[in-house]
C-alpha cells in the first residue's frame, strides 16, 4: 500500500472565535520575530508583535493570544522575571494594559489563553502591542517550550477591536516547528507471538528525554539474543535524519521464550526487547493496540494522518483508532477521518479502526468510545456544542441510554464501545448495553480506574479489560505525560486473535480475547491466563444474558474473556507471565473479592531494599489528582540507593539531599507512584515519612514482603504500601497453577492483575465461570 495519503479536505477546525462581523483582513497583523524550529521541553524567548488592523482596539477592547489544550509548555506569568515564563506586554502608544493568564479563557481547543485588555486609551491602525515571552534580561531561564512536537505550534491571536467581547482569529497566525531533541533511551519492539521459521521484523528507536522519537540517533547497534537469530546482520546502523529503524527477515528455530538486548559498539546496554514467545502453530498471537487518541482536528496535535503514521511507524502498534470529541467534529471533518482510517488499514501491518468519543455529560453518562467495523456510519453526537452547522441535529443522542437505544435499531448490531474515564467518567451503573459496550477502560494517560472494573462487577455485567492513552499530543501507543499535571504513561492492550485484521480484532473485542496494560519501558508484557474443569463444562459464544439464543459448545478449558457454565466440580487456573521487570506481586481475583496475593520471592530471604508506593485519586471525575510531594527519613539507617518508580515527569523529581533522607514532588491520578530504596542495614531504626495526606514513623523492622498499608481513603481508595524486597528479584518469568471453586448462583469473574518491581501494571479480562444455583 501506498504510505501517500489521498487528497482531502481541509478539516472545518473550530477557530476558538464566534461568528465574525468584521473583514478579517482588517483585524490586523501578528508575527514572531523568530519563527523556526525549536526543540521539545526547551527554554526559549520570543518576541510577538501585533500591529493594529484598521479597527484598532477601542477602549476596554482585548486581544488574545491562545495555546492549545495539550500544551504543556510554561505559562506565562507577570510577577517574577527570574522565573521561568516571565511575559512582559507593552503598547507602542502607551495605553495601559491589563494583562492575565486563563488556562480555560477562550473556545476549546484554543483554551490556554494571555489576555490583554486595554483599560486606559485606545489603539488606532498601526500602533503595535509587543509580547515578550520567556523574558530572561533579569535572570529568568525563558519560557520552556511544550515536551512533545509539532510541526505547526501557533501562538494562535484573536482580537476583540470593537470592545463587543467578539474575539476574531487573525487570517495569518504566527508559528513555530517543535522538533525532538538527541536520543536518551531505547525502545526495541519484536512481535510477541513468533513462529519458528517464519520471518519477522526487529523495530528500534531512540526517544528524547521526554518520550519523543528522535530523529538525531547516530550509533552502530549490536543484538545478544537467547537463540540463535537467522538473517540478523553483523551491526544496525541508527542514521541521522530516522525517527525508527526496522530490522527484517530475522528468523528463530526452536520454540520457546526468545528474549534480545540491544546494545551500542562498546557493549554497553541500551534496552531490551519486550518478551517474545517462539511458538509453533499458535491458535492465538498478540498484538499490541492503542485505540484512543486525538488530533489537532478535534483536541490533540498534528494531523489525524500524522497520528496514525506515529502509531505504526513511531510506536510500533499493531491496531489504533482514533477518538474525537463528538461535539467538534464536523461532517467534513467526520468524512475526511474515515478516508484517513481506510487509507491506514492494511491487514497483516496495521489494523485501523473509524470511530469517535460519544462525549456526554457525566449526569447523561459520560464517555464512550464507539467503533465501527467499516467506514462510512453515522456519527450519533452527544451534542453539536462546537459545531455551527445543526442541520443534522437530530440524529444526537444527548444520554447514553438513548445512544445504546439508537445502535439496537440500526440493521446491524455491530457497533463496538467501550466504557472510557477522561474528563467525563463512564457511569456504567446509569448506563449499559453489553450488546455494544465490551469493555471497560481499567488505565489511559489520565490514570488507572480499577473502580470501573469493580463497578461492572458489581452490576452484573459482563466486560473485558482495555488499556488506552486517550493521548492528546499525538503518540499513540507512546503517550508520555511530559510536563503536564498527571503522573500516568498512556496504556496499551495486547489483543488475541488468529490474525491481524479488522474482522479479527473485532471478533477478539467481542469474546473479550485481550488484557491491559499501563503502557510503559515493560508495557509490552505476555500475560497468558487458561482454566481447565474436571467436569463437563459449556463455552458460551454469546453470552447468554443479553441473547435467548446464543451459540454455545461443549469445552473442557477456556481462556481469558471465555463465559463457561459450569455445573459442578472445581476450576483449574494456570497464569503465565513473562516481562522486561521483575514482578513484584500477581492478585488473583473473583470480581471484586480478593482471593490471593502472590509474590514470587515469598519463600527467599528478606533483602535490604524497602518498597514505599502512593496511589490513589481524590474521585472519579477530572479533578481526581492527589498531591504526594513529601519526604522520608531514615533513622539508623543509609540509602545506598535510591531508585524512582512511575517518574515520568521530568518536572516532579525523587531527591537524595542526605544519605538518610528521600525527598519528591509527585502525583498520582488512580495510578501509584514511588521508590525502592535499597539500605545499608534495613532491620533497624526507623522510617519517618511526611506527606500532605499521611505522616507516620515505621520501625523498619515491621516492614516485610506483605504490604503495610498506610490508609488515606475517602471517595475512592489512596495511601501508602510499605514493603520489603528481595536484594535480587530474579522473577521476570512466572507461572503459577490454583484450584478454584466458583461461587454458587452467581457469576464468577475470574482474572489477574499483575504489578511489575517498576511500577508496570497488567490485568487480564475475566474468565467467567457461572454456576446456577
Known amino acids: 500500500m501506498s504510505d501517500t495519503m489521498p487528497e482531502m479536505t481541509p478539516p472545518e477546525i473550530n477557530n476558538g472565535a464566534l461568528r465574525a462581523p468584521v473583514d478579517p483582513g482588517l483585524l490586523g497583523t501578528a508575527v514572531l520575530d523568530k519563527p523556526g524550529a525549536y526543540e521539545a521541553g526547551s527554554f526559549q524567548s520570543f518576541t510577538l508583535t501585533y500591529t493594529?488592523?484598521?479597527?484598532?482596539?477601542?477602549?476596554?477592547?482585548?486581544?488574545?493570544?491562545?495555546?492549545?489544550?495539550?500544551?504543556?509548555?510554561?505559562?506565562?506569568?507577570?510577577?517574577?522575571?527570574?522565573?521561568?515564563?516571565?511575559?512582559?506586554?507593552?503598547?507602542?502608544?502607551?495605553?495601559?494594559?491589563?494583562?492575565?493568564?486563563?488556562p480555560k479563557g477562550n473556545i476549546r481547543p484554543w483554551d490556554r489563553t494571555l489576555q490583554i485588555k486595554v483599560v486606559k486609551g485606545f489603539m488606532k491602525e498601526g500602533d503595535t502591542i509587543t509580547i515578550r515571552f520567556g523574558v530572561t534580561d533579569q535572570g529568568g531561564p525563558g519560557m520552556r517550550l511544550q515536551t512533545f512536537c509539532e510541526s505547526r505550534y501557533e501562538f494562535r491571536v484573536l482580537v476583540d477591536p470593537i470592545a463587543t467581547y467578539n474575539f476574531q482569529t487573525l487570517p495569518m497566525q504566527p508559528a513555530i516547528s517543535i522538533v525532538p531533541g538527541p536520543p536518551e533511551t531505547w525502545v526495541a519492539v519484536v512481535p510477541s507471538t513468533i513462529v519458528p521459521g517464519e520471518p519477522?521484523?526487529?523495530?528500534?528507536?531512540?526517544?528524547?528525554?521526554?518520550?519523543?522519537?528522535?530523529?538525531?540517533?547516530?550509533?552502530?547497534?549490536?543484538?545478544?539474543?537467547s537463540q540463535t537469530l537467522g538473517g540478523l546482520p553483523?551491526?544496525?546502523?541508527?542514521?541521522?535524519?530516522?525517527?525508527?529503524?526496522?530490522?527484517?527477515?530475522?528468523?528463530?528455530?526452536?520454540?520457546?521464550?526468545?528474549?534480545?538486548?540491544?546494545?551500542?559498539?562498546?557493549?554497553?546496554?541500551?534496552?531490551?526487547?519486550?518478551?517474545?514467545?517462539?511458538?509453533?502453530?499458535?491458535?492465538?498471537r498478540s498484538f499490541w493496540g492503542d485505540l484512543h487518541g486525538q488530533s489537532d482536528e478535534t483536541l490533540g496535535t498534528n494531523s489525524a494522518a500524522d497520528y496514525f503514521a506515529f502509531g505504526r511507524d513511531r510506536a510500533f502498534l499493531d491496531a489504533c483508532a482514533h477518538q474525537g470529541n463528538d461535539f467538534q467534529m464536523t461532517d467534513t471533518f467526520w468524512k475526511d477521518l474515515n478516508k484517513v482510517t481506510a487509507h491506514f488499514n492494511e491487514p497483516g501491518r496495521f489494523v485501523t479502526l473509524?470511530?469517535?468519543?460519544?462525549?456526554?455529560?457525566?449526569?447523561?453518562?459520560?464517555?464512550?468510545?464507539?467503533?465501527?467495523?467499516?467506514?462510512?456510519?453515522?456519527?450519533?453526537?452527544?451534542?453539536?456544542?462546537?459545531?455551527?452547522?445543526?442541520?443534522?441535529?437530530?440524529?444526537?443522542?444527548?444520554?447514553?441510554?438513548?445512544?445504546f437505544e439508537a445502535f439496537a435499531r440500526e440493521e446491524e448490531w455491530d457497533v463496538i464501545c467501550f466504557a472510557h474515564c477522561g474528563g467525563r467518567y463512564a457511569d456504567i451503573t446509569l448506563a449499559h448495553d453489553g450488546r455494544f459496550e465490551k469493555s471497560v477502560e481499567v488505565h489511559s494517560a489520565w490514570g488507572t480506574f480499577e473502580w470501573i472494573?469493580?463497578?461492572?462487577?458489581?452490576?452484573?455485567?459482563?466486560?473485558?479489560?482495555?488499556?488506552?492513552?486517550?493521548?492528546?499530543?499525538?503518540?499513540?501507543?507512546?503517550?508520555?505525560?511530559?510536563?503536564?499535571?498527571?503522573?500516568?504513561?498512556?496504556g496499551l492492550t495486547c489483543f488475541l486473535m488468529p490474525e491481524l485484521t479488522r474482522e479479527g480484532l473485532i471478533g477478539c473485542i467481542n469474546r473479550r480475547h485481550h488484557y491491559a496494560t499501563t503502557g510503559g519501558p515493560s508495557g509490552r508484557m505476555r500475560m497468558e491466563i487458561d482454566m481447565t474443569f474436571d467436569q463437563d463444562a459449556t463455552l458460551c459464544i454469546d453470552d447468554p444474558a443479553l441473547v435467548s439464543d446464543y451459540h454455545s459448545e461443549a469445552c473442557t478449558a477456556a481462556m481469558m474473556g471465555d463465559i463457561v457454565h459450569l455445573p459442578g466440580g472445581d476450576a483449574q487456573l494456570d497464569f503465565k507471565v513473562s516481562a522486561a521487570s521483575p514482578v513484584r506481586r500477581i492478585d488473583i481475583f473473583n470480581g471484586t473479592d480478593h482471593l490471593e496475593c502472590i509474590r514470587p520471592f515469598a519463600n527467599e530471604a528478606p533483602g535490604n531494599r524497602i518498597g514505599m508506593l502512593w496511589e490513589g485519586a481524590e474521585y472519579r471525575g477530572r479533578f481526581r489528582a492527589v498531591p504526594w510531594d513529601g519526604s522520608a527519613h531514615f533513622t539508623d539507617a543509609h540509602i545506598r540507593e535510591a531508585v524512582p518508580v512511575n517518574f515520568f515527569n521530568r518536572d516532579k523529581t525523587l531527591d537524595m539531599p542526605d544519605a538518610e533522607t528521600l525527598e519528591w514532588q509527585s502525583v498520582t491520578t488512580g495510578n501509584l507512584a514511588g521508590f525502592i530504596a535499597t539500605l545499608d542495614d534495613s532491620t533497624a531504626g526507623m522510617l519517618d515519612i511526611r506527606t500532605a495526606l499521611i505522616n507516620e514513623t515505621v520501625a523498619l523492622s515491621d516492614i516485610g514482603y506483605e504490604d503495610t498499608v498506610l490508609d488515606a481513603s475517602d471517595i475512592l481508595p489512596r495511601g501508602i504500601r510499605l514493603f520489603r524486597l528481595p536484594d535480587e528479584n530474579t522473577h521476570k518469568t512466572v507461572s503459577i497453577t490454583r484450584s478454584l471453586t466458583p461461587q454458587v448462583g452467581r457469576d464468577n469473574p475470574f482474572y489477574v492483575r499483575v504489578t511489575l518491581e517498576d511500577g508496570t501494571q497488567g490485568w487480564t479480562s475475566p474468565v467467567y465461570v457461572l454456576r446456577s444455583v
Open 200 to 225: 519477522f521484523t526487529l523495530k528500534i528507536k531512540g526517544e528524547d528525554r521526554w518520550g519523543n522519537p528522535s530523529d538525531q540517533a547516530d550509533k552502530r547497534l549490536s543484538l545478544r539474543a
Open 52 to 102: 493594529c488592523g484598521r479597527f484598532g482596539i477601542d477602549d476596554s477592547g482585548s486581544l488574545r493570544v491562545a495555546f492549545r489544550f495539550a500544551t504543556d509548555q510554561t505559562n506565562p506569568q507577570f510577577d517574577d522575571p527570574q522565573a521561568p515564563g516571565f511575559t512582559e506586554v507593552t503598547a507602542s502608544n502607551n495605553a495601559v494594559l491589563q494583562t492575565r493568564f486563563d
Open 453 to 490: 472494573v469493580q463497578d461492572a462487577f458489581k452490576s452484573g455485567y459482563r466486560v473485558g479489560i482495555i488499556g488506552n492513552s486517550d493521548g492528546h499530543k499525538g503518540r499513540p501507543g507512546a503517550s508520555y505525560p511530559g510536563a503536564g499535571w498527571f503522573g500516568a504513561v498512556g
Open 234 to 284: 553483523d551491526v544496525i546502523e541508527m542514521k541521522p535524519g530516522r525517527f525508527a529503524t526496522e530490522v527484517g527477515g530475522l528468523t528463530v528455530g526452536a520454540e520457546g521464550p526468545l528474549a534480545i538486548t540491544i546494545h551500542d559498539s562498546d557493549g554497553a546496554l541500551l534496552t531490551t526487547c519486550n518478551p517474545a514467545e517462539v511458538v509453533a502453530a499458535p491458535k492465538r
Open 354 to 403: 473509524p470511530g469517535y468519543e460519544w462525549s456526554g455529560n457525566t449526569a447523561l453518562g459520560g464517555d464512550r468510545n464507539v467503533f465501527f467495523p467499516v467506514e462510512g456510519r453515522i456519527m450519533r453526537r452527544s451534542s453539536h456544542a462546537l459545531i455551527e452547522d445543526q442541520s443534522d441535529a437530530g440524529t444526537d443522542c444527548h444520554t447514553a441510554g438513548e445512544l
